[in-house]
């Protein structure tokens, strides 16, 4: 792992895990997901990782015109990084998923990288009334839904989005999507530094354990020595418990709404600033500072945003 003075936070604004039932502080509109994203950079987050959703039902919408209206306003209105999903939901084709991007160029775009079962269903449990009728089937038809990243998918995604020098947030829910990764540099696809996102809590990749979130880096720094900048993004209730067992050992943290609901048991976050303010006070309390976007942008060797199409 690379080293760095400072720790990038990147932050998850909404996204495909969760539905609008959950908590009604989860951003829906082109205006609410504009205005979560630029109180979340101003609480620190450097990079903003987004998707966009129907603004009437709130259901994941991966067509690119539904990402212009946020990514304009974020764009005037702060310097934050912008990264764009190429997940999108596990419903979505590939082709789907990645036009976003390839359409809008930003800096960076996730990439993840295997094919995995994203069981969702879990939720089930704890939420019972929805206001939207695709809800519930969206998460029970994960019982049964592959989330596809095969070689072919991953070579299509990463050589079209590389031609516009975008560069990656490699998701990696696993071990053997370290091991992907290294297939691809191998081959020359990608180039370091590999900013590697790994993901903890998703039924389907690995535990919260802190032996799994040593076992991701352990292997990681094996098979990328210096040339990969290491972030964490823990699901749910582990969220800040990942991200402060990483800082400590060097790691960026990844927090926002998509990925958790929570600032504490059994209390929502009221936005996604409150958990970047958290995660900034569990950073500084341990006596590190935090990189500003010009700082992580020279950390992962961006492009610029002036260089983007949106
Ligand atoms: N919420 C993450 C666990 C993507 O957008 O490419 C999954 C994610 C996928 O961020
Ligand atoms: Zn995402």
């Given at each position: 792992m690379f080293h760095q003075d400072k720790v990038i936070i990147s932050c998850a604004v909404t996204g495909a895990i969760h539905t609008p039932s959950m908590s009604p502080y989860l951003p829906v509109t082109p205006e609410q997901i504009a205005e979560s994203s630029i109180a979340a950079a101003e609480a620190g987050a450097a990079i903003i990782h987004l998707h966009a959703r129907d603004p009437v039902n709130g259901k994941p919408d991966q067509r690119p015109e539904a990402f212009v209206p946020f990514l304009k306003a974020i764009k005037q209105h702060s310097d934050a990084i912008v990264n764009l999903t190429t997940g999108g939901s596990p419903y979505m084709t590939v082709q789907e998923r990645m036009m976003p991007a390839k359409v809008l160029k930003p800096e960076v775009a996730s990439m993840n990288m295997g094919t995995m079962n994203f069981g969702l269903f879990p939720m089930l449990k704890r939420f019972s009334e929805f206001k939207h009728d695709w809800e519930r089937s969206y998460l029970e038809g994960s019982k049964d839904l592959i989330f596809r990243n095969t070689y072919g998918d991953l070579?299509?995604?990463?050589?079209?989005?590389?031609?516009?020098?975008?560069?990656?947030?490699?998701?990696?829910?696993?071990?053997?999507?370290?091991?992907?990764?290294?297939?691809?540099?191998?081959?020359?696809?990608?180039?370091?530094?590999?900013?590697?996102?790994?993901?903890?809590?998703?039924?389907?990749?690995?535990?919260?354990?802190?032996?799994?979130?040593?076992?991701?880096?352990?292997t990681a720094d094996r098979l990328f020595g210096q040339d990969y900048h290491w972030s964490v993004l823990g699901a749910g209730a582990s969220q800040m418990k990942v991200a402060a067992m990483a800082a400590s050992m060097g790691g960026n943290v990844r927090?926002?709404?998509?990925?958790?609901?929570?600032?504490?048991?059994?209390?929502?976050?009221?936005?996604?600033?409150?958990?970047?303010?958290?995660?900034?006070?569990?950073?500084?309390?341990?006596?590190l500072k935090v990189a500003t976007p010009a700082e992580a942008r020279e950390i992962l060797q961006l492009k610029g945003a002036d260089k983007v199409a949106f």
């Open positions: 070579e299509t995604v990463l050589t079209e989005l590389s031609e516009n020098d975008t560069r990656f947030e490699f998701e990696c829910y696993d071990t053997s999507h370290l091991y992907n990764l290294a297939h691809f540099a191998e081959r020359g696809l990608v180039k370091p530094p590999f900013f590697v996102q790994t993901v903890f809590g998703i039924l389907g990749g690995i535990g919260t354990h802190s032996d799994d979130v040593m076992h991701m880096k352990r927090v926002g709404l998509e990925d958790s609901l929570w600032i504490a048991r059994g209390k929502l976050a009221s936005s996604n600033a409150e958990q970047v303010r958290q995660v900034r006070g569990i950073l500084e309390g341990l006596g």
